[in-house]
Nanobody, 120 residues
Protein backbone atom coordinates (compact mmCIF):
# COMPACT_ATOMS: atom_id res chain seq x y z
CA UNK A 1 0.00 0.00 0.00
CA UNK A 2 1.05 3.55 -0.77
CA UNK A 3 -0.16 6.65 1.00
CA UNK A 4 -0.06 10.06 -0.67
CA UNK A 5 -0.38 13.48 0.96
CA UNK A 6 -0.65 16.60 -1.18
CA UNK A 7 0.16 20.14 -0.12
CA UNK A 8 0.77 23.54 -1.65
CA UNK A 9 -2.64 24.48 -2.97
CA UNK A 10 -4.20 27.88 -2.39
CA UNK A 11 -5.56 31.04 -3.91
CA UNK A 12 -3.49 32.90 -6.50
CA UNK A 13 -4.12 35.60 -9.06
CA UNK A 14 -4.04 34.88 -12.75
CA UNK A 15 -0.47 34.86 -14.00
CA UNK A 16 0.87 33.70 -10.67
CA UNK A 17 2.60 30.48 -9.64
CA UNK A 18 2.12 27.65 -7.18
CA UNK A 19 4.07 24.50 -6.42
CA UNK A 20 2.22 21.41 -5.33
CA UNK A 21 3.95 18.64 -3.41
CA UNK A 22 2.96 15.01 -2.99
CA UNK A 23 4.70 13.04 -0.27
CA UNK A 24 4.53 9.27 -0.73
CA UNK A 25 4.98 6.65 1.96
CA UNK A 26 4.57 2.90 2.25
CA UNK A 27 5.53 0.52 -0.56
CA UNK A 28 6.84 3.25 -2.85
CA UNK A 29 9.42 0.86 -4.35
CA UNK A 30 6.57 -0.78 -6.27
CA UNK A 31 5.41 2.41 -7.99
CA UNK A 32 6.24 3.00 -11.67
CA UNK A 33 4.47 6.26 -12.40
CA UNK A 34 3.34 9.30 -10.48
CA UNK A 35 0.82 11.72 -11.85
CA UNK A 36 -1.18 14.81 -11.10
CA UNK A 37 -4.86 14.95 -11.98
CA UNK A 38 -7.41 17.68 -11.46
CA UNK A 39 -11.16 17.92 -11.19
CA UNK A 40 -13.11 21.13 -11.62
CA UNK A 41 -16.71 21.45 -10.39
CA UNK A 42 -19.08 19.61 -12.71
CA UNK A 43 -16.27 18.15 -14.78
CA UNK A 44 -14.52 14.81 -15.10
CA UNK A 45 -11.18 14.22 -13.45
CA UNK A 46 -8.44 14.77 -16.02
CA UNK A 47 -4.77 13.96 -16.27
CA UNK A 48 -2.50 16.99 -15.92
CA UNK A 49 0.98 15.48 -15.93
CA UNK A 50 2.73 12.18 -15.37
CA UNK A 51 6.31 11.14 -14.64
CA UNK A 52 7.73 7.65 -14.95
CA UNK A 53 10.30 5.93 -12.79
CA UNK A 54 12.82 6.71 -15.53
CA UNK A 55 11.98 10.40 -15.48
CA UNK A 56 9.96 10.57 -18.68
CA UNK A 57 7.18 13.13 -18.53
CA UNK A 58 3.94 13.85 -20.35
CA UNK A 59 1.50 16.73 -20.07
CA UNK A 60 -2.01 17.65 -21.01
CA UNK A 61 -2.03 20.06 -23.94
CA UNK A 62 -3.71 22.69 -21.79
CA UNK A 63 -0.73 22.93 -19.41
CA UNK A 64 2.24 22.32 -21.72
CA UNK A 65 4.84 25.02 -21.34
CA UNK A 66 3.32 26.25 -18.06
CA UNK A 67 3.46 23.25 -15.69
CA UNK A 68 6.43 21.06 -14.81
CA UNK A 69 6.28 17.73 -13.00
CA UNK A 70 9.34 16.43 -11.16
CA UNK A 71 10.24 13.87 -8.54
CA UNK A 72 12.78 13.60 -5.75
CA UNK A 73 13.28 9.87 -5.24
CA UNK A 74 15.35 10.37 -2.10
CA UNK A 75 12.45 12.22 -0.49
CA UNK A 76 9.70 10.12 -2.11
CA UNK A 77 8.11 13.37 -3.20
CA UNK A 78 6.59 14.48 -6.48
CA UNK A 79 6.12 18.12 -7.39
CA UNK A 80 4.00 20.09 -9.80
CA UNK A 81 5.33 23.55 -10.56
CA UNK A 82 2.52 25.64 -12.02
CA UNK A 83 3.35 28.94 -13.70
CA UNK A 84 1.27 31.46 -15.65
CA UNK A 85 -1.84 30.18 -13.95
CA UNK A 86 -5.22 30.84 -15.52
CA UNK A 87 -8.71 30.89 -13.99
CA UNK A 88 -9.48 27.69 -15.92
CA UNK A 89 -6.77 25.93 -13.90
CA UNK A 90 -9.02 26.20 -10.85
CA UNK A 91 -9.72 22.69 -9.58
CA UNK A 92 -8.95 20.16 -6.89
CA UNK A 93 -5.59 18.62 -7.74
CA UNK A 94 -4.95 14.97 -6.90
CA UNK A 95 -1.71 13.06 -6.74
CA UNK A 96 -1.72 9.53 -8.16
CA UNK A 97 0.71 6.63 -7.80
CA UNK A 98 0.46 3.74 -10.21
CA UNK A 99 2.08 0.35 -10.50
CA UNK A 100 2.05 -1.28 -13.89
CA UNK A 101 2.90 -4.80 -15.01
CA UNK A 102 3.85 -5.15 -18.67
CA UNK A 103 2.35 -1.71 -19.20
CA UNK A 104 -1.01 -2.63 -17.66
CA UNK A 105 -2.10 -0.68 -14.56
CA UNK A 106 -2.39 -3.04 -11.60
CA UNK A 107 -2.54 -0.67 -8.65
CA UNK A 108 -3.57 2.94 -8.11
CA UNK A 109 -3.33 5.11 -5.02
CA UNK A 110 -4.78 8.61 -4.63
CA UNK A 111 -4.16 11.50 -2.33
CA UNK A 112 -6.92 13.47 -0.66
CA UNK A 113 -6.61 16.41 -3.05
CA UNK A 114 -5.60 20.03 -2.67
CA UNK A 115 -7.64 23.00 -3.87
CA UNK A 116 -6.14 25.43 -6.37
CA UNK A 117 -8.11 28.59 -7.06
CA UNK A 118 -6.99 31.13 -9.65
CA UNK A 119 -8.72 34.48 -9.58
CA UNK A 120 -9.05 36.69 -12.64
Amino acid sequence: QVQLVESGGGLVQAGGSLRLSCAASGSTFSINNYGWYRQAPGKQRELVAVISSGGSTAYADSVKGRFTISRDNAKNTVYLQMNSLKPEDTAVYYCNAQRTVAGVPRYNAWGQGTQVTVSS
